[in-house]
């Protein structure tokens, strides 16, 4: 048929629909499943994924010998648990920066290579298809983000108790940071996401997330006046990792407020990129 | 059936598409021509609602393209062959797509035979050709089965087979009953592919009728006549309401008489005719007649063409 057609035949291709299967109302669940299509089809979303993985088990590693070969004489539970804890959560420092790029990515992508349009075009209402991207990135950076965490834990355990550094994976200070670490991953995707809908550019978006998350804790901390070094606990990164229970020197927030503190920041980003996403032409 | 009314469009300063009104009907092509810059593709957009009007509004079958609950099958468009993430693969694009509207994967696979792209479907849209691209947009814009059709220059990038391919195509999709809307600004191929002409300039309606009476209405039909004896048969036919062009020593371009007239004028003067040839005027004569004060960009070269044609 297609070579007929193809050959300039001017009989006409049969162009309906299959019998039966027509297409259904626009609904979340189909936006949901098209995100998903789209996340998983993109080599660089796989690779970004699995590099992740295989890098946070081999840096843990390292870490955990080189701790391992430093520990000397026992030391009380609550420190063992303490290196449990940062050899398991590991897998974040990394991880942030690579969740945050995927976030970026998954929209800003599209806004780049002109795919937008065609997903607007299938869903014209257009913002439930960033609530769906949202879902879609943080789920699956969550569960990449618990291989890693969880994988760090088992990879670096043999290593510590070699050195007599133990601490069970159900130890709620343990499970904090496996958890913690992933949701922590989770929500920098989905915050750079926004932030990548707002900027609709992959390397300007990239640039504004890292900055907020790598560089402003930093210049904030040089800064010197009162108001900068207030200002630091608050900051997304600052806040993250200290409501996993790694920087137990900081006292101006509780690991709740932590929480609250990052959520915020998801928020905004969100509500900033969904406003402009249903106010500007594609 | 495309309904649009006094539809304005705004960018800063400029201006890009200017108080338009238009109906698109159904089962017949509609041809949306006009020079670069005239407001094709904009229009084109705020029909499936990327860009907001500044004023008036655009309906598609009497609801706003959003307002539809199945968008797909409603309207296929084809609006930019880049509209596709050049990371993924032509088949993945499409079932993202489909999964919207919950449209069954052999529907996908349906579409993908249809515009010929079963030997490129897993391969990653960055690397196709201009015409593959096309291609791809046209099964996008075929997925839902949609009732009304909106492509922007479809046979731009692709082979001959290619363009009468898609001239076959959107024949039988008017024919099926089908609202389809056509950009170009290939007039030669508009004469033969669509039925009615929107011509757009400068962000206006400077036409909105069937082909035919474009061509046949829009430039006077002038006769060439050579005869050895062309000065004086030129005072022979000289009248108020006839122009005659003495072009070359034995030609004379007559507008305003016709053939038999012209030759029965000769003979009655006992004048010698070598040659006695009607020219009607093509589309794209008519067409540049129309847009000829709202080309946007001409270059001095045309722009001098344009004032000898006149």
Redo the contacts between chains.
């Keep these: 048929m297609t070579t007929d057609s193809l050959n300039g035949a001017l009989e006409v291709p049969e162009l309906r629909m299959p019998r039966g299967a027509t297409a259904s109302p626009v609904r979340f669940a189909g936006i949901l499943r098209s995100e998903t299509i789209k996340l998983r089809s993109l080599r660089s979303t796989v690779w970004s994924y699995a590099i992740l993985i295989a890098m946070s088990f081999a840096l843990t590693a390292v870490l955990a010998a080189t701790l391992a070969s430093t520990m000397e004489g026992s030391l009380p539970a609550e420190a063992q648990t303490g290196i449990v804890m940062q050899v398991s959560s590991f897998p974040v420092a990394l991880g942030q920066l690579v969740a945050a790029v995927l976030g970026v990515l998954f929209i800003a992508g599209e806004y780049g290579t002109g795919m937008i349009r065609s997903t607007f075009t299938a869903v014209p209402r257009r913002l439930p298809v960033l609530w769906a991207k949202a879902l879609v990135l943080f789920v699956a950076t969550f569960v990449v983000g618990l291989i890693s965490t969880v994988g760090a834990y088992l990879i670096g355990s043999p290593f510590l108790s070699g050195s007599g550094i133990a601490a069970p994976l159900s130890h709620p200070d343990v499970l904090r940071a496996v958890i913690g670490g992933a949701l922590y991953l989770a929500l920098i995707a989905v915050f750079a996401l926004g932030v990548g809908t707002v900027v609709r550019n992959s390397a300007g978006g990239i640039s504004v997330v890292l900055g907020i998350i790598l560089i402003l804790p930093t210049v904030l901390q040089f800064i010197p006046a009162e108001w900068a070094t207030n200002t630091v606990p608050y900051l997304i990164s600052e806040a993250g990792l200290g409501a996993l229970g790694l920087q137990s020197d900081n006292p101006a927030l509780e690991p709740w407020q932590q929480l609250l503190v990052v959520l915020g920041w998801v928020g905004a980003s969100l509500t900033a990129g969904a406003i402009l996403m249903k106010r500007r032409d594609a | 059936m495309i309904e649009a009314r006094n539809l304005t469009k705004t960018y800063g300063q400029k201006t890009a598409v200017n108080d338009i009104t238009f109906t698109v009907r159904p089962g017949i092509v509609t041809g949306f021509l006009g020079p670069n810059g005239a407001g094709k593709s904009t229009t084109m ?1 705020m029909i ?5 009007p500044t004023a008036g509004r655009v309906t598609v079958n009497g609801r706003y ?2 307002a ?6 409603e ?1 296929g ?1 084809l ?2 062959a ?8 032509a088949e ?2 499409l ?3 489909a ?6 994967k ?2 996908v696979h ?1 579409v993908i ?4 792209l ?1 030997s490129v479907a897993r391969k990653r849209v960055g690397g196709f050709s201009l015409g593959m691209g096309q291609r791809l947009g046209i099964a ?1 814009a ?4 949609p009732q009304t059709l909106i492509l922007d220059e479809p046979i731009n990038g692709l082979d001959p ?2 363009v ?2 898609v ?3 959107v ?3 008017a ?2 009953g089908r609202t389809v809307l056509l950009s170009s600004h290939l007039m030669s191929e508009m004469a033969v592919t669509a039925d009615h002409l929107i011509v757009l300039g400068k962000g206006r309606v400077i036409a909105d009728s069937p082909v035919a009476d474009i061509i046949g209405g829009a430039s006077l039909v002038s006769v060439r006549v050579r005869s050895p004896q062309a000065s004086v048969l030129a005072s022979t036919l000289a009248s108020p309401d006839v122009t005659i062009t003495h072009a070359e020593h034995d030609m004379l371009t007559v507008t305003g008489l016709d053939p038999r007239t012209i030759g029965d004028l000769a003979a009655r003067g006992g004048i010698a005719l070598h040659e006695l040839t009607p020219i009607s005027a093509s589309l794209e004569e008519a067409y540049l007649q129309l847009t000829n004060d709202d080309v946007e960009y001409r270059t001095g070269a045309s722009a001098r063409n344009l004032e000898v044609s006149r």
């Design positions: 957009r499936v609602g990327l860009d907001r393209y959003a539809h609950t199945s968008p797909l099958s309207v468009a609006l930019d880049k509209a596709v993430h050049t990371g993924r693969n993945n694009h079932l993202a797509l999964a919207t509207a919950r449209i069954p052999r529907r349906e035979e249809l515009t010929g079963e996008a075929l997925l839902g089965d087979e290619g009468r391919w001239r076959s195509l024949r039988g999709l024919a099926e």
